[in-house]
């Protein structure tokens, strides 16, 4: 939905129901298959850099209705499964920690790439995702670091080189829970530019950013809070649903969360709960071929 669509359905309330971190896992994979485009899950995005992004491709190719985009990834968190930069592990470029791979958290990153090496690196992420025959709908990046300043511009270039809607937040404030990098660390004059500069394009804007109840550990409540918490606009909100086996020793403290989302949002009682909310739910894919027929993109 372009900028001047959102206008137009002034009061609306809008819902991208996003699975994020595809690809990093065996579990996420699956579970993104049994939920995608079944009432709830609308779109989701893959981490290429990841040990499973070869299986989550292949079925991206054989389920051609998957609304997948790419999660553009810099860094590698968990404590013993980690990954490496697409453009190799050279420390020339700042890409990667003592142990060759990427670091663990955005403030590493910003304190040790070099730009150049960062655009390279997104690049080659999303060649290799068109190149696997994913019909990529958007980008958005793994815990927000690509959107931090030294970076925001190379990011949003490569959607408009890609032709690619990206995800960015009206609110860095909303957008910033979870993900890492604090609020001091966002300039937010030069923010405001750039918002203002998309939506000049007629390019959406997220109104609101709500990710996974980390600390609600799978309580459904939680999440039945933040269907009905929907406001008008366009709300993005960003889940990590995950089949148990792998997850449960990749990340064993958040793993029951992950595994509840997987069952809850394949629970016929929530997704009767979702359909009654009021809210129009979106893919992404909808958008990609509407800025692109305009010109946006």
Partial sequence: MTQAAAKDRAGEKIVV???????????????????????????????VPCPWFREIAELAVANSQFDL???????????????????????????????GFMWRAAKAVREHAQPEAVEAELRMQIDTALAAGIDATHLDCHMGTALAAEFADIYLRLGSDYRLPVLFPRSWDNYNQGIGLKLGEVDAAEHGARLEALEARGHPIVDRFVETPWGALGDEGAYRRMIAEVQPGVTFLAFHPNHSGDIDVIEPARARCRIEEARLFASAEFLAMVEQQGFTLIGLRGIRDQLRSQGVL
């Avoid at 996003?18 to 981490?47: L, R």
């Fill in 17 to 47: 129901a996003h699975a994020d971190d595809i690809g990093m896992c065996h579990g996420a994979n699956t579970a993104f298959a049994a939920v995608a485009g079944k009432g709830f899950i609308t779109s989701g995005s893959v981490m």
């Fill in 69 to 99: 985009g790419v999660h553009l990834t810099l860094t590698s968190e968990w404590r013993h499964y980690r990954w490496r930069p697409l453009t190799g592990v050279s420390k020339a470029g700042g890409l990667v920690d003592g142990d």
